[in-house]
């Protein structure tokens, strides 16, 4: 069980949102994962600074913080402003990708690459020893509570070959219908933290579940 749990918060219950950060703080969850979605990189809008600012506040561990916009390097410094700990850029949304890493490391956080379903692994082997965190989503990014995407575990095990060949440090992360039906073969593939949001959210007792997926 050395791998990590992040709930997504873009499951829980925002008109409560104070109960279900304090429920993480008091689960065995490592993170809080948050999804910042701008309507343009991906069809759906979240949630932006000023409620990070406000979850920051009463959150008692890292926040994970998975953008899906683009031009994300306008709003580097602001994400770290808000508790940013760990800021995951898409590779699909960067132009100059080494140069957002590095402004993204220069701010004083981790910074992770995420990739689509679609983009391959491949992309990554003249990033991968720079960054310190990789996000495979294993749905299309946008919304919450959708189905698996079976090839990601190919994906996951090319990445595993990847990190080791170029003795990278980086971090495996999965982001995308996780649940007690894949969390295992994850973890035993090579991922380093499950991302699980409506699995957690949904279910009727969420610090258990959190449990559940913890000690696999
Ligand atoms: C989807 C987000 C995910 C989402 C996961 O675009 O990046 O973090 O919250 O939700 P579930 O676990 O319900 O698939
Ligand atoms: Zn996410």
Redesign the pocket.
Known sequence: MNHLISP?L??ANFANLKQDIDMVNNSQADWF?L?I?DGVF?PNISFGFSIIKQINKYAKKPLDV?L?IVNPDKFIKEFKDVGADILTVHYEACTHLNRTIEAIKANGMKAGVSINPHTPVTVLQDIIEYVDMVLI?S?N??????KFIGNTYNKISQLKELINKKKSNALIEV????DMSNAKQLIDTGVDVL?????IFNSDNQTNTIAQLKNL
């Open positions: 997504s873009l499951s994962h999804d979605m991906v998975h899906m989503m749905v990014p946008g919304f919450g509570g959708q982001d995308g219908g996780v991302v699980a949001g409506s699995f």
